[in-house]
């Protein structure tokens, strides 16, 4: 007879596999023309193991779209650890910022996750149905506020400091061209390069460039 631990691990399993074949599925086919026997054909389980796991398609649709924001949250913890949580001095803040700034464009706003999130909620408009919600912000926040503790940054209210640097470099990129272009593009880097300027010279009361 398995053991308990064996048994939670097989259930582990299946329900990654059900998830990677729901989002395979409704990626490529539409959630409308994907139906729980492709599901279960596709994760090789039987259709009644998508049922105990998930109950209906719809909920299956509301566990992919949890499992994706969740992988984004992910990729944004790891960008502000790998950028920002180690800065002690000044004179990085820019590059630092910068770093900040296109690694999101390509880890998460250039993901295919990102863009499967936005094709499931309906488009752009619906992101903040996303269930995610204000958490990517609130991360930046409490980032922006340790930085604000050394001394490297003035800024009382950090989740507002945090909406500035987002509006000042992904907020000007999409307006200027409609929506975010790919790193890759030769036009988004100049344009975080002037938003993170702009942003130190109200928060860290200079340009550091």
């Not at 989002?23 to 492709?38: C, I």
């Not at 209906?56 to 944004?76: E, F, M, R, Y």
């Not at 488009?123 to 991360?139: I, N, V």
């Amino acid at each position: 007879m398995p053991s308990e631990k064996t048994l939670r691990e097989g259930s582990a399993a299946k329900r990654a596999a059900i998830l990677s074949a729901a989002r395979e599925l409704f990626l490529n086919d539409g959630f409308d023309r994907t139906s729980v026997d492709a599901v279960s054909a596709r994760a090789g389980v039987s259709k009644r193991t998508v049922y105990d796991y998930f109950g209906d398609k719809q909920t299956l649709l509301g566990a992919v779209v949890n499992d994706i924001s969740g992988s984004l949250l992910d990729a944004v913890r790891r960008t502000i650890q790998g950028t920002l949580a180690g800065l002690t001095d000044p004179a990085q803040l820019e590059d630092a910022f910068v770093g900040f700034s296109m690694r999101i464009v390509t880890d998460m706003l250039g993901s295919a996750d990102y863009t499967m999130l936005i094709k499931l909620l309906g488009g752009e408009g619906h992101l903040a149905d996303a269930p995610f919600g204000d958490a990517p912000e609130d991360e930046l926040a409490a980032q922006l506020a340790v930085l604000a503790e050394r001394g490297l940054l003035t800024a009382p209210d950090p989740r507002m400091a945090a909406d500035h640097l987002l509006a000042l470099t992904f907020g000007v990129a999409m307006n200027r061209f409609g929506a975010l272009p790919s790193a890759g593009d030769d036009r988004v880097r100049p344009l975080v390069v002037e938003g993170v300027r702009a942003f130190l010279r109200a928060y860290a009361g200079c340009s550091s460039g």
